[in-house]
């Protein structure tokens, strides 16, 4: 069982950063895979980057690879999301989502069982 929840976003404008925090409260935290979603309006939601646990490996859409990079320390129960040259498109309600087992391919927002209630990220042009 963990709650997640995301802090961080805001107002940028378009070529800014911003970075996003996920705080869970789990056991074992360190065991879980750590994947970043994000739901613009009246789109679908769409799979941002992922970590695995041990070791750290990494995945990000292709939309985001070489502006986006992701980290945990879970020292801190804590995922970051580091967002640079951020664009208008990536305006959106970013979330937090956790699992232990698997249970789908890691870009599937049904593989996570647990959720965050988002954070609003809007980047101005």
């Known amino acids: 069982q963990a709650s997640l929840a995301e802090s961080g976003g805001g107002l940028v404008q378009a070529g800014g950063s911003l970075r996003l925090s996920c705080v869970a409260s789990a056991r074992d935290f360190s065991e879980y895979t750590i994947a970043w979603f994000r739901q613009a309006p009246g789109k679908e939601t769409e799979f941002v980057a992922v970590?695995?646990?041990?070791?750290?490996?990494?995945d990000f859409a292709d939309s985001v690879k070489g502006r986006f990079t992701i980290s945990r320390d879970n020292t801190k129960n804590t995922v970051y999301l580091q967002m640079n040259n951020l664009e208008p498109e990536d305006t959106a309600v970013y979330y937090c989502?956790?699992?232990?087992?698997?249970?789908?391919?890691?870009?599937?927002?049904?593989?996570?069982?647990?959720w965050g209630q988002g954070t609003q990220v809007t980047v101005s042009s």
């Open positions: 970590i695995n646990p041990n070791p750290a490996e990494t």
């Open positions: 989502t956790a699992r232990t087992v698997y249970s789908g391919p890691f870009w599937g927002p049904q593989s996570y069982p647990y």
